[in-house]
């Protein structure tokens, strides 16, 4: 049977559309009318809008649950259009970056995007990420015109597999908390009898701190004072385990606050609560977390009597019908299930005013009602209802209200599956109400894998073939992952998020959406009821009025078909440079291109596949074939500022399950065996790095640490401070004393300090190119009379504590990887005494109070172009670092013979058995892959999902099981 193209359906789709809704619109008890302007005028806005800020939806599966040091985070990227759900082709390139818990990117890469499509991994390197809290954001540069809520979001808690595990929980009562904690062992034995050091801080603030000792049971229990501006998702414990003096593990705790409903919010259906009108109110109770809780209780009236009861239904979540009276003041008793009480009030009656309520009607139909209060009636003023789904107009009717009730059966075979929004407009298109309802034609993909209902034998080849047809039972060609995991230590459920939830429902919500699988199990009258309550509640993701029909924006990020080298040529009066050479060089990849500048002096070069460590050389000359006087600017990609969230996970150590136990021990007993290897493995001595053209004191290669130009190539590509920060050991923020002739008389006994930068506690001295910065230094003179005098003048002296370090700051921000060859630390005697003799002066010698050698550590940089702390680059040259395509390792599965599969019995303890990122089925729907399972008996979970061409999404689970043979 022959299939229709995406395209082709696209096009006649939107032909069909636009020619029955730009002729005609729909007014209730009216019949049809022709060329309704204002209505048309809405329509042709949102479509205006559509085409010049094309959506573009991105959903990321990975092939585990969660991660610890040392593993590979390996993912898929699915980036379609908003629309029609179809692989995009608007952006070929996409960043993925891991933030920490203050929104530093840690990594970040660039992988291309074929036909929608592209896949990688990054590494958790120990020495790049210590324990604790990290963000992965996966975006297009094109996404970032539309903020933070379009970006693929997904938080992790990574950490190393340690010995002690946490039982952790917390009840907040006003501003004090109880905390609870029961540390063990793996086994679950307790540590009993442990000293242990605990501090609780807001994540800058100590809010707590003591030394104690565990109970036999190995418990602990505390109270914190928590100042209410603090949000106990702030908080973290630290919990030291202390033996004969010496510090031994180490957790970090965050806060499990349990302690009541935290926030009850009300949503009248529509948006309006007006009164005489009977209204569906959905509500939403959370606690401190942001997860649902559940309660119950009553509404009451001004003279506090019951006129309504509320129950949540599922995650907090539920919806009450009221018919509110002018004047009237609804108020909430709401009882938590810890029988914690709280009181709310409702949203104010309006006396005047228009609802928009939907009921899904058995069958294929919609029943739209449109109420107004009687005021509005027969006032000649006209209302436009327009339903879009995907940004598409659906639906669309012009509405005069003659009568208290306007009411429309709508099928649901104008609407595609997913959430649909109505919004009711008033003549100067100003939205009055709103309201989401989702559809479901059930139109997904049927994907069938076929398996050995008999189960394998542990080390046994698995050979999975797959079939894939469509609504109808055609054949499907597609995409699509698979990733098969061992369900004693990753536990999948169909709860949680996958292609089809996420591009369907939670991608066009702003909120965190629970267990969105719940949704979509089955039709039961229970679900559906939630997933309205759910749409009531929650906030729609996509374009505002203001922007419809506002002036036209202008995007401010473009969308990157490909990775180019682009940039501006410019004289020493900065005019550009037209028609001058522009030469385009580079190692590796190895390639030599030139071009010439336009009008305004820019050039591009296109067709570029930076691998690796890819850095490209940019020169330009003149008319005269002189680089001096000329200067290159290249469009260098600009790093987004995210805002944090946080839906985060647990650490693995807190509140622990079986199933995350048990891939804990295998990954213990794994470890153990890498071991063993490294320790016999063959030992090799490496000679010492060098950096070439450094001004290093001590001579080639002599320094405490050295990062040549290998180690810089290979870095990410940041500022020098953040090189800093991520490379050299001990390298930090410290705080020093000013010296005694320094503090002023007018504070004796009150020491000032500076903050600057240190290296295990010595402050650091930065020299460039064998030039030290300090020497163009002037500290100010705190010790100086001051005119005017501050009202505060120790607040003014505190508020020069930081000028060294800005100062600093103007170099460490200025340079960038592309500008640096080498670093070398000069941190022990032996290392910075030459450093000592020639750059302290006499005076700084004697005003130390200690040797010298103990108070400073140097850092020797070198930069490309030799230049000293002045200049970054050669005249009419420029390095350019970018960021290097990030190309994943193929997953590595073992294969086992009839020789080895006996070798090293119940060393095989992988989590992940196999994944595939790309799995391709052919014309007629089908593919295979094959893998081998591991020493252990018990069941696998198979994973697959994935996209066809013409915007079909399918997924699908499946249990095998593994038996002793």
Known sequence: ????????????????????????????????????????????????????????????????????????????????????????????????????????????????????????GIPLEEKDFPDGYYTLRVYTNWMRNFGDDYIFKKGFYIAS?????????????????????????????????????????DGKKSLYKSNTVTSPNGELSLEVSLPNKIGPQHVIIT??????????????????????????????????????????????????????????????????????????????????????????????????????????????????GTSLKIE??????????????????????????????????????????????????????????????????????????DRMVFIDHQDNLDIHIQTDPAGYGVRDSIALKLEVTDKSGDAVRGSFSVAVTDDAQVLKTSMENNILYSMLLTSDLKENVEEPGYYFTNGTADRIAALDNLLLTESWLGYEWADVFGPDKIPSFTAEREFTVSGKVTNVFNKPVPQTQVVLLSKKPLLLKDTLTDENGRFVFKELFPVDTALFLVQAKNRHGKRNNI???????????????ADAQL???????????????????????????????????TGKKIVHGSKNLNGPGEADQILDEADINSASKTTLRMLLEQKIKGFAEGQ??????????RHPGDPIYRISYKINEKEIRFVFDGIDVDAFYYPPDVAEEITPVPNNKREYINSLSDDRKKYLDTYLDFYTTEDIKGIEVMANARY?????????????????????????????????????????????????????????????????????????????????LYWDPDLITNGWGKSACSFFSADKPGSYTITIEGTDINGDLGYKQQQIKIIPK
């Open 239 to 352: 919990a030291t385990g202390t033996n004969s003096g010496k510090t031994g593990s180490q957790l970090t705790i965050p806060l499990p606050v349990s302690g009541g409903v935290a926030h009850l919010k009300f949503m009248p259906e529509g948006g309006t609560f007006v009164a005489g009108i009977n209204t569906l109110i959905g509500f939403k109770a959370s606690g401190e977390d942001g997860k649902g809780q559940q309660v119950s209780g009553y509404i009451y009236n001004d003279k506090r009597q019951k006129i309504a009861r509320i129950n949540t239904v599922h995650n907090g979540m539920g919806s009450f019908k009221l018919t509110p009276k002018a004047g009237e003041i609804y108020t909430v008793e709401a009882t938590s299930e810890d029988g914690t009480i709280n009181h709310y009030v409702l949203p104010q009656v309006a006396i005047s």
């Open 161 to 201: 597999a340690g010995q002690w595990l946490v039982t952790a929980n917390a009840l907040r009562q006003k501003d004090q908390v109880n905390i609870h904690l029961r540390f063990t062992g793996l086994k679950k034995q307790p540590v009993s009898n442990r000293p242990i050091q605990l501090q609780v801080t």
């Open 651 to 685: 650490p693995w150590y807190i509140n622990t399950d079986s199933t995350l136990l048990t891939h804990v021990a295998a990954r213990n007993s794994e470890m153990s065996l890498l071991d063993t290897a490294h320790l016999l493995a063959e030992v090799t001595i």
């Open 631 to 645: 200067s290159i600017s290249l469009d260098d990609f600009k790093s987004p500022v995210f805002t944090s969230i």
């Open 736 to 745: 020093f004393k000013y010296p005694a002739d320094h503090q002023g008389a």
């Open 360 to 433: 899904q009607l058995p069958g294929d139909s919609l029943c739209v009602k449109l109420r107004a209060s009687y005021d509005l009636l027969n006032n000649g003023k006209e209302y436009y209802l327009i339903a879009a789904a995907r940004g598409i107009i659906c639906y669309a009717a012009a509405v005069r209200f003659t009568d208290t009730l306007q009411a429309m059966t709508i099928p649901y075979s104008l609407f595609p599956s997913g959430i649909t929004r109505f919004t009711l407009l008033n003549a100067d298109h100003v939205p009055l109400n």
């Open 832 to 912: 910075n005494s030459n450093y000592v003799n020639k750059f302290l002066s006499a005076a700084e010698l004697m005003a130390t109070g200690v040797s010298p050698n103990e108070k400073y550590a140097y850092l020797e940089i070198t930069t490309r172009s030799g230049s000293g702390p002045f200049l970054k680059n050669v005249p009419g040259t420029v390095v350019y670092k970018p960021l290097a395509f990030s190309l994943p390792k193929r997953f590595y599965s073992p294969r086992y013979s009839v020789k080895n599969r006996a070798l090293l019995p119940g060393t095989d303890l992988r989590s992940v």
């Open 1 to 120: 049977m022959k299939r229709v193209t995406a395209m082709q359906i696209q096009s006649a789709y939107v032909r069909i559309l636009l020619s029955l809704l730009m002729c005609f619109s729909v007014i209730p008890g009216k019949g049809q009318i022709a060329g309704n302007s204002r209505l048309n005028s809405a329509m042709e806005s949102i479509n205006k809008l559509r085409e010049r800020f094309p959506i573009e939806k991105l959903y990321v599966d990975f092939d585990n649950e969660y991660y610890f040091t040392g593993d590979t985070i390996r993912f898929k990227a699915y980036l379609l259009n908003a629309d029609f759900l179809t692989l995009s082709h608007h952006s070929g390139l996409l960043y993925a970056e891991l933030d920490d818990k203050n929104n530093n990117a840690i990594r970040r890469i660039m992988l291309p995007v074929a036909s929608g499509l592209s896949w990688g």
